[in-house]
């Protein structure tokens, strides 16, 4: 299967539009167990569909092939491939896009969520820590090094608008008062949201998305003590209306001292 692998790659290596490839997550691929496998490729120009299709047809492997023909607004021009286990992503993205998009990232013009659930300051996450397959031209080498300060315009506005957000407590204290349990995970479930991305933001830190969340608090210098069980201890605490009080005064306890955090950054 690496083998078989390793030839798509440079099959699309040789493709004349593509400028660079990288992967996300580690850079090899486990074929032992079922994994999704996301390779972004930066291109001048979308090789077209066709020309597409006979390089995936030209690989002596029996791959299942899903082309587009589309583009995607967060995701490009996506083509799945089914090598046994492992579902391949190949998202063709265009220098010029990929460009335009980061730099309105990083001027704070994308804060909030989009589409219930892409996080456009991912994006900056993804690039950041890619792992460089092919890079003719240095482009993503050089987008690593547009990434790696995080820049005062991005963190002000990020703070400015995750605090107001945490600051606005009608629904959580509406819930507690109606007893209403379903309302108030809801509600919960938002503020932990931003004040995810809160921390990661006093961190200076890129927010990537809700998963593997404690991995990087673990990590992270400025942050209340003992963050992490105390996270969990609020999303624990939310299972029974009795506790929802009490879960409360923590979650502002919690909250509280991040900001004092902040203050003093």
Same mark, same amino acid.
């Given at each position: 299967?690496?083998?078989?692998?390793?030839?798509?790659?440079?099959?699309?290596?040789? *493709?004349?539009?593509?400028?660079?490839?990288?992967?996300?997550?580690?850079?090899?691929?486990?074929?032992?167990?079922?994994?999704?496998? %996301?390779?972004?490729?930066?291109?001048?120009?979308?090789?077209?569909?066709?020309?597409?299709?006979?390089?995936?047809?030209?690989?002596?492997?029996?791959l299942k092939i899903k082309t587009n023909n589309f583009e995607d607004k967060y995701w490009g021009t996506i083509d799945f491939i089914n090598l046994d286990k492992i579902e391949i992503c190949l998202m063709y993205f265009t220098e010029s896009k990929v460009l335009n998009e980061i730099d309105d990232i990083l001027s704070g013009n994308r804060i909030k969520k989009e589409n219930n659930y892409f996080y456009p300051i991912g994006r900056c996450s993804?690039?950041?820590?890619?792992?460089?397959?092919?890079?003719?031209?240095?482009?993503?080498?050089?987008?690593?090094?547009?990434?790696?300060?995080?820049?005062?315009?991005?963190?002000?506005?990020?703070? %400015?608008?995750?605090?107001?957000?945490?600051?606005?407590?009608? %629904?959580?204290?509406?819930?507690?008062?109606?007893?209403?349990?379903?309302?108030?995970?809801?509600?919960?479930?938002?503020?932990?949201?931003?004040? *995810?991305? *809160?921390?990661?933001?006093?961190?200076?830190?890129?927010?990537?998305?809700?998963?593997?969340s404690f991995l990087y608090i673990n990590e992270f210098k400025n942050k209340p003590k003992n963050c992490i069980e105390r996270l969990k201890e609020v999303v624990k605490m939310g299972g029974e209306v009795d506790t929802i009080n009490k879960l409360y005064e923590k979650w502002n306890e919690l909250l509280k001292e991040t900001i004092e955090i902040m203050n003093v950054s």
């Amino acid at each position: 299967m690496t083998k078989i692998y390793k030839k798509l790659i440079s099959s699309i290596i040789g *493709l004349p539009e593509v400028q660079s490839i990288g992967k996300t997550g580690s850079k090899n691929i486990s074929f032992s167990e079922n994994n999704d496998v %996301d390779i972004f490729i930066i291109c001048k120009n979308t090789p077209n569909i066709k020309s597409r299709k006979n390089l995936y047809n030209g690989i002596d492997y029996d791959l299942k092939i899903k082309t587009n023909n589309f583009e995607d607004k967060y995701w490009g021009t996506i083509d799945f491939i089914n090598l046994d286990k492992i579902e391949i992503c190949l998202m063709y993205f265009t220098e010029s896009k990929v460009l335009n998009e980061i730099d309105d990232i990083l001027s704070g013009n994308r804060i909030k969520k989009e589409n219930n659930y892409f996080y456009p300051i991912g994006r900056c996450s993804t690039y950041k820590n890619i792992n460089i397959l092919y890079d003719k031209e240095k482009f993503l080498e050089s987008m690593k090094l547009k990434l790696s300060n995080y820049p005062k315009t991005l963190y002000d506005k990020n703070m %400015d608008f995750h605090l107001s957000i945490l600051n606005d407590t009608e %629904d959580l204290e509406s819930a507690i008062r109606k007893k209403d349990l379903l309302f108030y995970h809801f509600a919960l479930d938002n503020s932990i949201d931003h004040y *995810l991305q *809160l921390i990661f933001t006093l961190n200076y830190c890129f927010f990537p998305s809700r998963k593997r969340s404690f991995l990087y608090i673990n990590e992270f210098k400025n942050k209340p003590k003992n963050c992490i069980e105390r996270l969990k201890e609020v999303v624990k605490m939310g299972g029974e209306v009795d506790t929802i009080n009490k879960l409360y005064e923590k979650w502002n306890e919690l909250l509280k001292e991040t900001i004092e955090i902040m203050n003093v950054s």
